[in-house]
């Protein structure tokens, strides 16, 4: 992450005003993606659905309705932008081109739910309810279909993955609270801990090539580990934390009460809190010519809050 939109988050964070709300989906927004530039959002669903929508125009760009007839859990963007990568209940990642608009290729991936992906440069991670991390190699033309490695350390659902090449980590989180932490290069296990007593729903690394991650969980706890595994902070969210995400030293989290909590991590402060009406299923934050600004889905709406006035 860019040190200078961390900053830039830290001065604008009680600044922030909810620009406007639409309804995207019938059902739970599962994942937001944005584009580099801020432009444009993309939405995965529990109603089996993506979206593409102009944040400037404030108009849905195309709603994607071919990858599968289960819940979409996942997306990321490649490098180019010009494919998608999404994972699916239906046990499948999938490529879509945004020029021809269809799947370029599908792989069935995991023998359960997709449940979390993270795309950086040509690798990509996996994590399923059947316990397993898998890192794959994603070309133009779609996947190599043998991982390049996968990891069955977990013993629960997992529930989240992040990935950090610069320092050569892999990171899953499971339903039991189990935090384990993977090197790429020499594939092996860094540590394997217990770290919440709930259900991890949310893994961040603060910048990369740092080393340092923020997990939050439904035990009502975000925390910051350190490359070896070790807490070095943890703190109250005065709710079930449901996603994480943020620039920099400031972090965002969003609640089962509604609340996005903003938080600078380096001093260990609470900056702000965002309400929203109904819990915050998940959330990602952009930088545009505007400034910074972040998007959160919850029950089926995007919100989108950013600095309108001087």
Excluded at 99 to 120: I, K, P
Aim: with cysteine; hydrophobic share 35%; charged share 20%.
């Amino acid at each position: 992450m860019d040190g200078n939109l961390g900053a830039k988050w830290a001065q604008v964070s009680e600044a922030l005003n909810l620009s406007f709300s639409q309804r995207l989906h019938k059902d739970t927004i599962l994942s937001v993606t944005l584009s580099r530039d801020g432009s444009t959002l993309y939405t995965t669903s529990s109603d089996s659905t993506s979206k593409m929508f102009s944040l400037p125009e404030k108009r849905q760009l195309r709603s994607i309705t071919t990858i599968s007839q289960l819940a979409l859990s996942s997306c990321c963007l490649t490098d180019d932008e010009q494919n998608i990568v999404f994972g699916s209940w239906d046990n499948n990642i999938s490529l879509y081109s945004i020029e021809y608009g269809r799947v370029m290729d599908t792989l069935q991936a995991h023998d359960d739910a997709v449940s979390s992906l993270r795309l950086v440069e040509d690798q990509l991670v996996s994590g399923s309810w059947d316990s397993t991390v898998k890192l794959w190699e994603v070309r133009p033309s779609g996947f190599e279909r043998t991982p390049i490695f996968d990891i069955v350390d977990n013993e629960a659902e997992v529930k989240a993955v992040q990935i950090d090449l610069k320092s050569s980590l892999i990171v899953s989180g499971a339903a039991d609270g189990r935090i384990i932490l993977l090197d790429i290069r020499m594939k092996h296990c860094i540590s394997n801990n217990r770290i919440h007593s709930d259900a991890v729903t949310g893994l961040h690394f603060l910048g990369e090539g740092t080393g340092r991650l923020m997990t939050c969980s439904l035990d009502g706890t975000f925390k910051l580990l350190e490359v070896t595994g070790r807490e070095i902070l943890s703190m109250d969210a005065g709710s079930p934390a449901k996603c994480i995400g943020g620039e920099g030293d400031i972090v965002l989290v969003g609640k089962e009460d509604g609340n996005v909590g903003v938080y600078n991590i380096s001093l260990g402060d609470e900056l702000h809190q965002y309400a929203h009406p109904a819990p915050v299923d998940c959330l990602a934050t952009g930088n545009s010519s505007n400034g910074v600004f972040f998007v959160s889905g919850s029950q089926g709406k995007i919100h989108v809050w950013k600095k309108t006035s001087p």
